[in-house]
């Protein structure tokens, strides 16, 4: 089967197995903790002498501020990072799970071609954390909803949902190498595991300076969540999360081409 009633029964197949996974219930409940994170910083702005020194300064740190614009700067914060781990870990597991499982030979018997199948698994994957993009969003609207923060505006809110559009489509792009590791390793393990080394060296690296031309990095500065006088993106920074995003979609398909002779 090829063509696009493949790539349809692929998508479809995918769809179920997330569907009947504990993989959205989990990926949704670990997203969830940003804004209920970001909400409790916020409060520990508000009442400082209540709250423990370290959330206080922790909040400090990222000078956030108890109103609309600065609790969404401290939401895209924590989704910046956040985001990047359960995008990753839905992309491992997506691709993975076949090894793990020991479902990999079954599939790749299957009459549908081997292009199909990584196209169909990348766009479970972008569904999926499409969905919880807007997960964050809503929850984030209603935690400062709850908290009634001061300093609501239109503006505020849209832009607030154009940057977590923003975070989710570069976290999407900067994954596909995670398929590929949890493609080549046989299993979701070493996928995470580069998730985890990837995220410390983002944060790292944009500490140093050296964040605009990492392309893990580059999400905090495109989307302002760190300084503008700690560096500005420019074209080459985001040639190489294009450069990134196609490398690892490449690999993984040329990999899955040849899955059965490895």
Partial sequence: MTGARALAAACRVEAGKLRHSRAPVLSAA????????????VVALRAPRRSSELVAGKADLFGAAATWPG??????????????????????WIFGREFSD????????????????????????AVWCAVLAAVVLAGGLLVG????????TDVVVVDAAA?????????????????????????????VGLVMVLVVLAQTLAMVGAGTWFPWSVPAFATGVVAPDAGTV?????????????????????WWQRADHR
């Fill in 30 to 41: 670990g997203i969830a903790l940003a804004p209920v994170m970001t909400g409790v910083f």
């Fill in 71 to 92: 609790f969404v700067q401290l939401l895209l914060t924590v989704y910046v990072a956040g985001g990047l781990v359960v995008t990753g870990v839905v992309s491992a």
């Fill in 102 to 125: 020991r479902t990999a030979a079954d599939l790749l018997a299957t009459p549908v071609s081997r292009s199909a199948i990584v196209t169909a698994k990348f766009a479970v994957t």
């Fill in 145 to 152: 909803a709850v908290l009634g923060l001061p300093g609501w």
């Fill in 163 to 191: 940057k977590v559009a923003a975070v989710y489509a570069f976290n999407v792009l900067l994954t596909t190498p995670i398929a590929f590791a949890a493609s080549a390793g046989r299993g979701y393990l070493p996928a």
């Fill in 234 to 254: 420019g074209p080459v920074g985001y040639l190489l999360v294009g450069l990134v995003a196609v490398a690892g979609a490449g690999l993984t398909a040329a």
